[in-house]
């Protein structure tokens, strides 16, 4: 069983709508989690990193939230665009040897 | 100005060949890494170097090389090449070993075996 599971698999929006998007970890001990972007055909890209004192990061119009407790966190989208549309992976490290576990990823399409 | 180059971008195949794969990063960072994503789209980690020096080596046949001439590149040998070597592999790099800092990634290579 992966370590890092997101939900939904895939995801279709209207352009302009929001969306959230789920990863729930067992990955011990916690150091960090992260938010890629990754556009079809291209490499990830970070959007967030979030420590275990964090609880909220926002960068533009994406913001994570992160429940350390509950082991969850979650990738808000406002007002998608068009360009929105990529496969949003979540990346969990551990502290002891700072391995990552990646989880499969959210497909999201957002159309017009 | 890509930061995490890698060539080439496609590479098509016979069974048994032979092949490697480049990386190149001009962030200066220290350790260099090597992604495997399959067909579900999971990315799992193949070799990390930090500083030339191999850190990391996952569970992988020993027909995949990794060589680190310095700690800008890091170029990804595969010998007697397998239908199931058929994946996109991605060439990251971040700062430190510890991992906390961002990972920036290449564009990915598309290796296909036929």
């Known amino acids: 069983k992966n ?16 969306c959230t998007l789920q990863c729930n970890y067992t990955v011990s001990p916690f150091s960090n989690l992260r938010w890629y972007k990754q556009d079809t055909g291209r490499g990830p890209v970070s959007l967030t990193i979030m420590t275990f004192s964090e609880n909220t990061k926002s960068n533009g119009r994406y913001t994570a939230t992160l429940d350390a407790d509950t082991k969850q966190s979650s990738l808000h989208i406002t007002a998608s665009q068009l360009s929105d549309s990529a496969s949003y992976i979540c990346v969990v490290s551990r502290s002891n040897d700072y391995k990552l576990s990646f989880g499969a990823g959210t497909t999201v399409t957002v159309r017009a | ?20 794969i480049k990386c190149e990063q001009n ?11 399959d067909s579900k789209k999971f990315l799992k980690i193949m070799f990390s170097y930090n500083n ?15 060589k680190s001439p310095d700690k800008a590149h890091l170029n990804l040998h595969i010998n007697s090449l397998e239908l199931g070597d058929s994946a996109v592999y991605f060439c990251a790099s971040s700062h430190t070993n510890t991992g906390f800092q961002g990972y920036t990634f290449g564009s990915g290579t598309r290796l296909t075996v036929v």
């Open chain 1, 3 to 18: 370590q890092v599971e997101q939900s939904p698999q895939s995801l279709i929006i209207l352009e302009g709508k929001n």
């Open chain 2, 27 to 37: 962030l200066g960072h220290d350790t260099m890494y090597w992604y495997k994503q």
């Open chain 2, 1 to 20: 100005d890509t930061a995490v180059s890698q060539t080439p971008k496609y590479l098509v195949t016979q069974m048994g060949n032979d092949k490697s």
């Open chain 2, 52 to 66: 030339k020096e191999l850190i990391i080596n996952e569970t992988v046949p020993n027909r995949f090389s990794p």
